[in-house]
């Protein structure tokens, strides 16, 4: 029997995971088989072929969900094909309203991939929830909530946003990546379903390439898994157990994410060739009370415009040593980024203009090093933009 509880940091450890009933190892094991034995055709243990079910994703699959409050998890190999796969439950004709601030690759996803497959995606600043409001059509069928958003760090009120897709009979979907469910719980704000880039915090570590959609919908649940074995992009079950891995520590680098990016923001603010930060933490920025009402804290992650445009910005990047350049986020070691020219390259430049992703926007993920450093190395970095 899996332990129960109320507490996510029990839940991250335990939930979907009991000792393994053949050898009793405590972690759970990597089943490798693409096929497994069945007694007749039709008569098995609850697996047949590795791409509809697999005992290690199964649990990763019910950790997630726990630590989400949800009923179904459903993992794929991205968080990309996670998204591309809820998107499937959707048919030509049918039409998104969509954050105007996403991560680039979800963009791609929704302009280049489904839009020539007839879902038209309308996106909207959802800061003002009026505005999604006014851009719902007949044929809306999906909201797609980034909050905080990738990587102006705007935020979105869920429950507002959900009861608007609610009463038009909307499927109201958040993607949690940024927060995680240790910072903000979107199926208990009202969304039907919650997607992640396990890529990120979830794994933690930098070393697996994962996506999950959790919900309590069963017959969301059931289209999604259909989808998830017919389209099949799943994750391996190496990949899994390492998520299931990195799941353990999450509440622990989240509260040290916070406190880090907390201090951290607080210093950059006061740098002179630092022209804006945006944190959800700062009492500058115009979401804060929203920030503090959804959320358990902040996040990790920190936007700011450097002094000096492209020429600063390239400086800056060349001489970090402790945070290294390089897109992604939420892992144990800091990053820092150039949106314009790397995460959000490919979101046209006049879209990008009119959010503010310029030449001087930088993106860090701040990790688990001593603040010290990260501090001294951002301080050399913007004294060589400085002279830039
Ligand atoms: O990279 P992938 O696992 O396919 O996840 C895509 C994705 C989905 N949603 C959000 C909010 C994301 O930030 C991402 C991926 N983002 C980066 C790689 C990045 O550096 O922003």
Redesign the pocket.
Known sequence: MAVESEHLDTLAIHAGQAPDPVSGAVMTPIVLASTFAQDGPGVHKGFEYARTGNPTRQTLERCIAALEGGAHGVAFG??????TTLLHTLRPGDHVVASDD?????FRILDKVMRPLGIETTQVDMTDPENVARAMRDTTRMLWV?TPT??MLKLVDIAKVAAIGRARGATVVV?N??ATPMLQRPLALGAHAV??????YLNGHSDV???VVVTSEDALAERLRFLQNAIGAVPSPFDCYLVLRGLKTLPVRMERHVKSAGAIAEWLEAQPNVARVIYPGLSSHPQRALAERQMAGPGGMISFVVRGGLPAARALLATVRVFCCA???GGVESLI?HPAI??HGSVPADARAALGIDDGLI?ISVGLEALEDLRADLAAALAAAARA
């Open positions: 991205s968080g990309c094909a996670a998204m996403v991560y680039g690759g979800s980034e990738n990587p993607d990546t940024f997607l992640h880039s396990t890529t990120k390439v994962g996506g897109e992604s986020l980024e790397m995460t993106r």
